[in-house]
Each structure stands twice: as C-alpha cells, then as structure tokens.
C-alpha cells in the first residue's frame, strides 16, 4: 500500500501545534496550510473536508486553493525552524521512519526538507487526473533512465552533512550542502573515500544500458586512466563525487558522464549530463566540479566552467534537446529508446523546464584560526563543523554575487562542498591509489 505522504508529513509536525493537549486532525491540517500559504482562509473547508484531506492525501482542489492563497515557503520553513532541536530530531526520526527513507534528516535541514516535501505533493496534487491517464514510469525507457546508478550504501558512514542552505539569487528550486569527512578529526582520513569510490568506478564510468557484470572493475579504472591522461580532466575525483552526490543526495540521476564517450565528438563542455524529476518537472543537469587548495578560487573556477555553457552565453533559452548529443544516447539506448529520450526533453508547459540546471562539486583546503589540539575530540569536531559553518556562509555569499552577474537566476543550482586536508594533492594521491597512473 502506497504511503500516505501528507498524512505522515502533518503526524510529524502535529506536536509544534501543541500546547497542552492534543491538536484534531482538521486543525492540524489547517496550520499546516495556514503556515504554508500568505493568506489561507479557514472557511475554504469544513472540518470534514480538512479530515479527508488527511486519510485521503491533497488533491487537486486543494493544490488550487492553496496557491490561489498564495505559496509562502519561507513562512513554513519559518514556522519549522521555530521548533526546539529536540523537536526536530523526534520529527526527523519520524520521518525516517513512516517514509522509510534511507538515512535520518539532519535537523538543520528538516524546514527545507518539509517544503520540498509539501511542494511536491502540491505538484502531484495538480497533476493527479494527468497521471491517470498516462503511464510513464512503467515505460521502458523510464526504467532505463530514471533509476540509480551510484552504489551508495556506505554513503552515510563517510560522510556528515554539517549544513545546508539556499541561495537568495536563485529563484528556482536550489540548495547548497556543506559535507565533512567522517570523523571530522584533521588530518581527514580517506579510507571510507576511498572505499566509496571503488564501489562506485564502473558505475561511474560505463554506460547507462550496459550490465555492470558485463564490465569489471579493472576495465572501468583502465578507461578513467585513459580519460585521465587525455588532458581534459583537471579534477577526476571532482568528477566522481558530483556523480556521487547528485544521485544520492538530489537524486539527479546520470544520462552520461563525460568519462564514458571519450571516442564521442562533445557538443558541450560539462562533466556530467544528469535528470532530476522534481514537484512535477524534469531537470536536466549540467555537472561541473573544482578542487583547489582556496574555497574562493574553487568557487571562482567552477563560476567560470559554467559561464561556458551555450544556454548562459545569450539571452534566448537553448533547449535540452539542443544540449543533449543524441548520438550518445543511440550508442547507448538504440535508436528507438534514444528517440523517446528526446521526446521527453522536448519542453511542454508541464513537463519540461525549458533552461538548464547545474550540479556542482567543490572541493577546498581546511583552514581556520580555531585550536583543534588543545581540545577533547569532541570538540574538535564541534569547532571543525563551526569553520564549515563558515566555508558555507562565504560560499553562499560568493555564489548570490555570480548568479545575479550572470542571470542564471532561472536555472536551479546543486551543490556541495567538502573540505580536505590538502584539496589538490589528496585528490590526486586518492586517485593515483585507485586507477594507477
């Protein structure tokens, strides 16, 4: 039986409405909305309909009403931030729980996680009566594309999220996450990373379409040799984790990586090609990645690969199908299945977003003037996490400046940052280790 999404997400947050007794269903759907909208009307429903909104699931009335009342995210992100830490914590375990979600939300994450969450069910809300009708996740060619590649079981034991936030420039969906090495103790040590990325090489490296036990790891970590000694990668292990990061944290899932059509004439200058469905649209993603030793540098390089992408360099909007090389997809899907590829990239007032989006992976040196020795090991890790803190307040800020200076405020931007001991040499001694020279 399908999980009632909305019903969980009101159970979670029903205990912020409560004061000292228990809130009724209808009232705890009506803060939610109230909280969600600039001006809802308590009056749109009577308590009957509130109820049945929470056993049923939102509709499409409801997902009218509610943006005719005007959608206020920021209220709701607002109303979420006021709880308690405690209080986040016992809403994000519920979560985990009734969404059987892979790994708990971080508390400092749970207001961006709960508006994503009502957007999109508003979004599926709008399009029910669509959905009916059609059956695109049964389609062959969905089940191809639409599906993980990365292996990333072990994610959680390598990585900590620290933070994540938004950028003010970008007026559509975005997120920036800042990451540390697990166990946030300098010098970092990169033997899960390391263990991640060998999971994932041939992942990474061959081609959607193509069985990873027709391909064995040697094969995958001798053609990112030969791709490294092409001269086009700067940052193979930046590479790498944008794939990594952006199927399993956006779940942004790979059409090809530029590793894997080496032999293929580039139409474009991107690491990665990606599609992300999300409330209702489908993405397509440009990858780009930059390690260097200066946070500012990094941001600065990455700002500059992407300024090279063709839908930046005018004003007129270049479609997906325009990026996307079709060859690429024949090579990998036959002709058939790569022509319904395109199909789908083809922009419809509902499907389709009609501009480009980019994910994005930095990594950088860790400095900062706080004292990591004389102190317990917890709290060096404390004090590491207050200096990502601040990595991720200079990168936010850096990023508003290029995206305002470039209008990229209509694309959506992912991105993560991870700090290292030493950014350039680590990652090259880290894929030395891995794919040899």
Same mark, same amino acid.
């Given at each position: 039986?399908?999980?009632?999404?909305?019903?969980?997400?009101?159970?979670?947050?029903?205990?912020?409405?409560?004061?000292?007794?228990?809130?009724?269903?209808?009232?705890?759907?009506?803060?939610?909305?109230?909280?969600?909208?600039?001006?809802?009307?308590?009056?749109?429903?009577?308590?009957?309909?509130?109820?049945?909104?929470?056993?049923?699931?939102?509709?499409?009335?409801?997902?009218?009403?509610?943006?005719?009342?005007?959608?206020?995210?920021?209220?709701?992100?607002?109303?979420?931030?006021?709880?308690?830490?405690?209080? !986040?914590?016992? $809403?994000?375990?519920? =979560? *985990?729980?009734? &969404?059987?979600?892979?790994?708990?939300?971080?508390? #400092?994450?749970? /207001?961006?996680?709960?508006?994503?969450?009502?957007?999109?069910?508003?979004?599926?809300?709008?399009?029910?009566?669509?959905?009916?009708?059609?059956?695109?996740?049964?389609?062959?060619?969905?089940?191809?594309?639409?599906?993980?590649?990365?292996?990333?079981?072990?994610?959680?034991?390598?990585?900590?999220?620290?933070?994540?936030?938004?950028?003010?420039?970008?007026?559509?969906?975005?997120?920036?996450?800042?990451?540390?090495?697990?166990?946030?103790?300098?010098?970092?040590?990169?033997?899960?990373?390391?263990?991640?990325?060998?999971?994932?090489?041939?992942?990474?490296?061959?081609?959607?379409?193509?069985?990873?036990?027709?391909?064995?790891?040697?094969?995958?970590?001798?053609?990112?040799?030969?791709?490294? !000694?092409?001269? $086009?990668?700067?940052? =193979? *292990?930046?590479? &790498?984790?944008?794939?990594?990061?952006?199927?399993? #944290?956006?779940? /942004?899932?790979?059409?090809?990586?530029?590793?894997?059509?080496?032999?293929?004439?580039?139409?474009?200058?991107?690491?990665?090609?990606?599609?992300?469905?999300?409330?209702?649209?489908?993405?397509?993603?440009?990858?780009?990645?930059?390690?260097?030793?200066?946070?500012?540098?990094?941001?600065?390089?990455?700002?500059?690969?992407?300024?090279?992408?063709?839908?930046?360099?005018?004003?007129?909007?270049?479609?997906?199908?325009?990026?996307?090389?079709?060859?690429?997809?024949?090579?990998?899907?036959?002709?058939?299945?790569?022509?319904?590829?395109?199909?789908?990239?083809?922009?419809?007032?509902?499907?389709?977003?009609?501009?480009?989006?980019?994910?994005?992976?930095?990594?950088?040196?860790?400095?900062?003037?706080?004292?990591?020795?004389?102190?317990?090991?917890?709290?060096?890790?404390?004090?590491?996490?207050?200096?990502?803190?601040?990595?991720?307040?200079?990168?936010?800020?850096?990023?508003?400046?290029?995206?305002?200076?470039?209008?990229?405020?209509?694309?959506?931007?992912?991105?993560?940052?991870?700090?290292?001991?030493?950014?350039?040499?680590?990652?090259?001694?880290?894929?030395?280790?891995?794919?040899?020279?």
């Amino acid at each position: 039986m399908a999980i009632n999404r909305f019903q969980v997400l009101v159970d979670a947050l029903k205990p912020l409405s409560e004061i000292d007794e228990s809130v009724p269903i209808q009232d705890a759907v009506l803060v939610i909305f109230e909280n969600y909208t600039k001006n809802w009307n308590a009056h749109n429903y009577q308590e009957s309909n509130y109820k049945r909104l929470y056993y049923k699931g939102l509709n499409r009335s409801a997902a009218h009403k509610l943006e005719k009342s005007g959608i206020a995210k920021d209220k709701f992100k607002d109303y979420i931030n006021e709880a308690s830490y405690s209080q !986040k914590e016992s $809403i994000s375990k519920y =979560l *985990l729980e009734k &969404l059987q979600l892979k790994e708990e939300i971080p508390a #400092e994450s749970l /207001a961006y996680y709960c508006v994503n969450l009502m957007s999109e069910l508003v979004e599926e809300a709008k399009r029910k009566k669509q959905l009916r009708k059609q059956k695109i996740p049964t389609k062959s060619e969905d089940k191809d594309i639409f599906t993980k590649t990365v292996s990333d079981e072990t994610f959680t034991t390598v990585f900590r999220q620290v933070n994540a936030s938004e950028m003010d420039a970008v007026k559509n969906r975005n997120i920036i996450h800042a990451f540390v090495l697990k166990p946030e103790l300098l010098p970092f040590s990169y033997t899960n990373l390391k263990d991640l990325m060998t999971s994932n090489i041939t992942s990474y490296a061959i081609a959607r379409g193509v069985s990873k036990t027709d391909v064995i790891g040697l094969q995958a970590a001798n053609l990112l040799r030969k791709y490294a !000694k092409s001269g $086009i990668p700067n940052n =193979l *292990l930046g590479e &790498l984790l944008a794939y990594i990061f952006l199927e399993h #944290e956006d779940n /942004a899932l790979k059409l090809y990586t530029r590793a894997e059509i080496l032999k293929v004439k580039r139409t474009i200058d991107s690491e990665g090609i990606y599609l992300k469905r999300d409330q209702g649209k489908t993405q397509l993603i440009l990858g780009a990645s930059q390690l260097n030793n200066n946070l500012e540098n990094a941001i600065n390089n990455v700002v500059k690969k992407i300024a090279t992408f063709d839908n930046n360099r005018s004003n007129e909007m270049v479609l997906a199908t325009d990026i996307v090389d079709s060859s690429i997809l024949q090579t990998q899907f036959g002709e058939d299945k790569s022509n319904a590829i395109i199909k789908l990239m083809a922009p419809t007032e509902t499907d389709f977003e009609d501009i480009a989006s980019y994910g994005i992976f930095i990594g950088y040196k860790f400095r900062t003037k706080l004292d990591l020795d004389d102190c317990t090991q917890e709290e060096a890790k404390e004090k590491c996490r207050q200096a990502i803190n601040c990595d991720l307040e200079q990168a936010v800020g850096q990023l508003n400046i290029a995206i305002q200076q470039h209008h990229w405020q209509k694309s959506s931007f992912y991105v993560y940052l991870l700090p290292f001991t030493n950014a350039e040499q680590d990652s090259h001694a880290i894929m030395k280790d891995l794919i040899g020279e």
